[in-house]
């Protein structure tokens, strides 16, 4: 991945979503329209945290997050989220 030049503010984090699954644990195939959103992604990104709240997530860190978390931006052909660390459910 080529390095990216945006710098997440305060306690914001740029996440870059997995791939949304193909197949289901049985291999059905799972259509475009049917695939859920990922609610998982690699951090590639990460603020200077707040002062009495330092951050606890790091770039390369995989996370969790919730469904509808973030917004999503676009940079470089790539897409991304950009959320707060309180989005995050828990590092994997």
């Known amino acids: ?5 945006i710098k997440p503010l305060a306690d914001r984090v740029l996440v870059e979503p997995a791939a949304a699954e193909e197949k289901t644990a049985s291999g059905i195939i799972i259509p475009d329209t049917a695939k859920e ?7 590639v990104a990460v603020g200077n945290g707040k002062i009495d709240e330092p951050m606890t997530v790091q770039v390369g860190d995989t996370v969790l997050y ?6 999503e931006i676009t940079v470089d052909g ?8 309180s989005d995050i459910f828990a590092i994997l």
Not at 1 to 5: A, D
Not at 78 to 85: A, H, N, Q, S, W
Request: proline letters at 4%.
């Open 37 to 43: 959103k990922p609610q998982k992604g690699k951090i």
């Open 66 to 71: 919730g469904k509808y978390a973030g917004t």
């Open 78 to 85: 790539g897409d991304y989220l950009i959320m707060r660390e």
């Open 1 to 5: 991945m080529s390095q990216l030049n």
